[in-house]
């Protein structure tokens, strides 16, 4: 049985990952133009975009907690967390880029979040 502060860790590792996706779609939507651009123009174009390295940034203290919660934490146990992440991106999505979600996202979402309820007792 997870802590209330592991519990609370895992979570907050399910953010960072989700803020980590949302400046990937930053980047991605200022990079996105009219013209079609070729794979090493986009990344050519994304190499001076600040979004980008804010992403990487993130990515990269979330990769360093993760290292830090699986000192504590059984694989087992943290793994399923990490699928808070498609709760919490999707919703994001939805507020910031006007992104819309359907009924199966919200079916699945009460899968998803009952599924670590059950894991986390």
């Not at 133009?33 to 980008?52: H, Q, R, T, V």
């Not at 934490?73 to 999505?93: D, E, G, H, K, Q």
């Not at 507020?95 to 979402?109: A, D, I, P, Q």
């Amino acid at each position: 049985m997870l802590s209330y502060i592991q519990v609370l860790q895992l979570v907050s590792f399910a953010m960072l990952m989700s803020l980590g996706q949302v400046l990937f779609k930053k980047t991605a939507l200022t990079i996105s133009s009219n013209e079609a651009l070729s794979l090493f123009d986009g990344i050519f174009k994304a190499m001076f975009i600040p979004w980008l390295y804010m992403a990487l940034c993130v990515y990269a203290l979330a990769t360093v907690f993760w290292l830090y919660l699986l000192q504590r934490i059984p694989l087992s146990l943290a793994y399923p967390f990490s699928a808070l992440a498609m709760v919490i991106v999707p919703i994001l999505a939805m507020y910031l880029f006007g992104e819309r979600v359907n009924f199966s996202y919200w079916l699945g979402l009460v899968l998803i979040v009952s599924g670590i309820i059950v894991i986390a007792n």
